[in-house]
């Protein structure tokens, strides 16, 4: 069974940056695309980044520059550095893990397999 295990949330000022991590301990996630979404209050769940097995990665247009996803597959990992933090990044973050996953989108359906989240607040 693969448990997701999102950690790195908090409460930062404008400006600042914060780094994600979702770990899949004991399980490997080499063939998996590995996917960053979001989900602000009263809004729906939004795509932020994905990664391929590969190592391509996708960004959304609100966070290109500013985001970054890596993974290590040594250690069954996924991060997303957040830098240049906007009161808009404020949510409660997701990483999700899926076969094939990270095909050209960051796409909700491509994932079966999801973490608790993890609240990232960005105020001042």
């Known amino acids: 069974q693969l448990h997701l295990v999102e950690s790195g949330g908090g409460l930062v000022q404008p400006g600042g940056s914060l780094r994600l991590s979702c770990a899949a301990p004991g399980y490997g996630l080499d063939y998996h695309g590995l996917g960053w979404f979001r989900q602000a209050p009263g809004k729906e769940r939004e795509g932020v980044s994905c990664?391929?097995?590969?190592?391509?990665?996708v960004y959304v247009d609100s966070v290109k520059g500013r985001f970054t996803i890596s993974r290590d597959n040594a250690k069954d990992t996924v991060y997303l550095q957040m830098n240049a933090l906007k009161p808009e990044d404020t949510g409660v973050y997701y990483c999700?893990?899926?076969?094939?996953?990270?095909?050209?989108?960051?796409?909700?359906?491509?994932?079966?397999?999801w973490g608790q989240g993890t609240l990232v607040t960005v105020k001042a």
């Open positions: 990664i391929t097995s590969g190592g391509t990665t």
């Open positions: 999700a893990a899926g076969i094939g996953g990270c095909d050209g989108a960051v796409s909700a359906p491509e994932y079966n397999h």
